[in-house]
């Protein structure tokens, strides 16, 4: 999502490894194969050479006939050879293939159900955003939606649904940019507030049917609709939390981000901002001073 492209399913290192492996075993049975063969055949070859031939007739060896050494020492290399390929790489065999096809099967399922489960997550916010674009292009677009939030490099924005850091020109500038405008945000955060904000049309979104709120505050359950609540309003801004700063970075016109230089230990995040989606249009830096613990900047992104 936000641009960048999923990575195609891939054989892993273990993988291949078995397949290695099962292609090294199949090498090594043709030789043994071969190896007996060739060992009937030179021992038949021996003995004749001997008898019939009578070549070395008259060497012998303790007694007995040099073919019987020569084929007993050849012997033993093939016993050898037998054992390295059966015995010294024990997990061979046909039992042992069926076992890691089996497993490279298991695996790739494995594979093919997350895939599928996280297209099933993605689906409902991809539908939501193209539902939303396509009636944008049904008619002229009226409203520009923006983003406002404040992020920590490591992208952090809350914990225990609350705010991490205290930044006084941070939240006069949010006052000044969504006085009187629609302001559309999540249950936590709506909860996250003593009370709601003055001058502000408050859109909650949340799946709980029953939600009880005060007097003024809308209640929807997508972010499509409320956006369509918020149709009048030349700039509604989506204030939060990180699920709905991820669905709404999908169809939002501009965000405007405060960016506190430093990491911070947080449950809540702000996605990550392509930059070949999102052009920086402004950035105003501010050091730390008496009222501001952290230095931090105003950040400003426009769709390209």
Known sequence: MFGKKKEQPQIDKEQLELIKNAQKRIKQKKRLYIHFVIFLIGSVFIIVANTVLEIGKDFTLFGKEWFLFAILIWLFFLIYHVFNVFVTHKFMGKAWEKTQLDKLIVQQKLRIEQLKNELEKEAPIIAESEHYNESLNKKEKTSELTIIGAAAENDAIGKDN?????LSDDLKRFKSLTNGHHIIMGRKTF???????????HIVITRQSDYNVPDGVIIVHSLDEAIKAAKNDPQ???IGGGEIYK???LVADKIELTRVHENFEGDAFFPEIDTSIWKETANTFHTKDDKHEHEFSFLTYERR
């Open 162 to 166: 609350k705010l991490i850091w205290h």
């Open 191 to 201: 909860e996250s507030f003593p009370k709601p904000l003055p001058n502000r049309t």
């Open 236 to 238: 509604p801004f989506v």
């Open 247 to 249: 669905q709404a970075l």
